[in-house]
């Protein structure tokens, strides 16, 4: 069943699914004018191939672990760390250990 | 001393700042193109008054609890409790219990 997207103002919970990660799907949060928010589950041994969006974008890691690739390096992001992406940047990301991960990305429209 | 602003792809530390929380100032993590991110601390009775900015914001609840008026009502955010408001929608912040909150607003450049 698809959640209903929030609305502007409305709180969204994003606590760790702790034992529920396993059987849970990526859904996205809400889409506004400027900003799409998605909560990524990234499993352990799953990958995102390498692709790019149009505006910059932040991904954090809510729980687990992940390697992002872009920029020309592979980086570690555990929970609690967050890092940006700038717009038109290849990036592919891999599940280390089962994680879900925020990932905020900016809509140009111009 | 300030912090060097991040760039792309590089991780940054969000963890909850616990006993740390009483002593530590709002910072700005980083400015891209399309958005800025920061880490604002709210103590218990400080406020940031009523404000807009042009694009859409996330506010990002990481330890603490505040209260966020906007769009005609008052709503507590508590950690890892999320929303998002419309460009342009009047907002103020209040610290219910000492708290830092991630505040991600997306730069309209059109």
Request: charged fraction near 15%.
């Amino acid at each position: 069943m698809a959640l209903p997207h929030a609305t502007s103002a409305q709180p969204i919970d994003i606590q760790p699914l702790g034992t529920r990660l396993a059987s849970a799907r990526t859904v996205a949060l809400f889409k506004a004018t400027d900003i799409e928010v998605m909560r990524l589950i990234l499993l352990a041994g799953s990958s995102v191939p390498p692709h790019k969006v149009a505006g910059d974008i932040t991904i954090q890691c809510i729980e687990g672990k992940i390697e992002v690739t872009a920029e020309g390096r592979s980086q570690i992001l555990t929970a609690s760390q967050l890092m940006y992406l700038s717009g038109g940047a290849l990036h592919s990301l891999a599940g280390i250990e089962d994680a879900s991960v925020l990932v905020t990305i900016a809509l140009r429209t111009s």
